[in-house]
């Protein structure tokens, strides 16, 4: 139980850590060419503690276990990640924040079909303060929302719900580091056959008419520097891969609706490490949805901890 919560505390610094950090680079990197490098750095990190996890479980990957990791790497990273930055590009990143941010309410309902998991009533209250918190931070009303773009961030957000819970399916069995590195395998080497298509004339001319130039002709290797580096090799190591397998291995744990919430305390803490870092202002909006979102994963997990003590005595 501890631990469960240890492992969500290191994926909520991790996750609320991304975009204040990416500030620091922002435009020097083009974003499918860092989702490619955070993917496969973080796949280098978490090898040898895979390989050493299989080997404390005495367990071998075969074919079927591959398949299904490259099904999750397609799902979670090369298709989750590129449709959430065009989402981004259409509607801005406040709105496609708060959509992606709301996956927990995916995962609840997704975890109770395909793992049994129950929904309580305190989950319901819990989900309904959070999105509260959520969307009061954004403000989404204050932006001309465009459908192209918020269709894009459900599937996005759909698409990574759908990430978590099967994920969870195999984390009984191979535990948390294998189920990430190897879905971090196969979707780098998806992400980078979809960058080598991006370089042929005919599906770059079809991005930019869309207006998606980013995604045209993306780069390989362009743009690293020295000054650059230890950022890169922050929301790679450290996002990406601790981030990442932390949140696998707090399901080892908890219940999938539960190391969901991490999403819902990033607009919640951002904001604070955003102002400590950058110097950004805290405004009213934000401190109301920090205090619902708070409120909110108390009900969610204050009872789970109450249960857990009165299951042992």
């Known amino acids: ?179 990430t590195c190897f879905s971090f395998l196969f979707g780098s080497l998806i992400v980078l056959l979809f960058i080598l298509l991006s370089h042929v004339p005919v599906v770059a001319q079809m991005f930019q008419s869309a207006g998606l130039d980013s995604f045209a002709n993306i780069p390989v290797f362009a743009g690293y520097t020295l000054h650059n580096l230890p950022y890169v090799l922050f929301v790679s190591v450290g996002v990406a891969g601790i981030g990442f397998c932390a949140y696998f291995l707090a399901m080892e744990y908890q219940p999938a609706s539960v190391v969901s919430l991490v999403y819902f305390f990033k607009p919640a803490l951002s904001p604070l490490l955003a102002w400590m870092v950058h110097g950004e202002e805290i405004t009213q909006n934000m401190f109301i949805g920090v205090v619902l979102i708070v409120v909110g994963s108390l009900f969610s997990i204050i009872p789970g901890i109450i249960e857990a003590k009165q299951a042992k005595t």
């Open 1 to 179: 139980m501890k631990k469960g919560y240890f492992y969500i505390a290191v994926a909520v610094v991790m996750f609320t850590s991304f975009e204040v950090v990416l500030k620091f680079i922002a435009g020097q990197i083009n974003p499918v060419q860092l989702t490619l490098c955070r993917f496969a750095i973080g796949f280098v990190f978490l090898l040898p503690v895979a390989l050493h996890n299989l080997k404390k479980r005495e367990k071998q990957l075969n074919g079927k276990s591959m398949a299904y990791f490259a099904l999750l790497g397609l799902i979670g990273i090369a298709l989750c990640m590129p449709i959430l930055q065009m989402a981004v590009s259409y509607t801005g990143s406040s709105v496609s924040a708060v959509m992606f941010s709301c996956n927990p309410v995916f995962v609840t309902f997704l975890a109770y079909f395909l793992l049994k998991e129950p929904i309580k009533p305190r989950h319901i209250l819990a989900l309904t303060l959070e999105i509260l918190g959520t969307v009061v931070i954004i403000s989404p009303w204050n932006v001309r929302l465009n459908m192209t773009g918020v269709l894009l961030a459900l599937l996005s957000t759909l698409l990574f719900s759908i990430y978590g819970v099967m994920g969870k399916q195999k984390v009984a069995e191979y535990g948390g580091a294998v189920v």
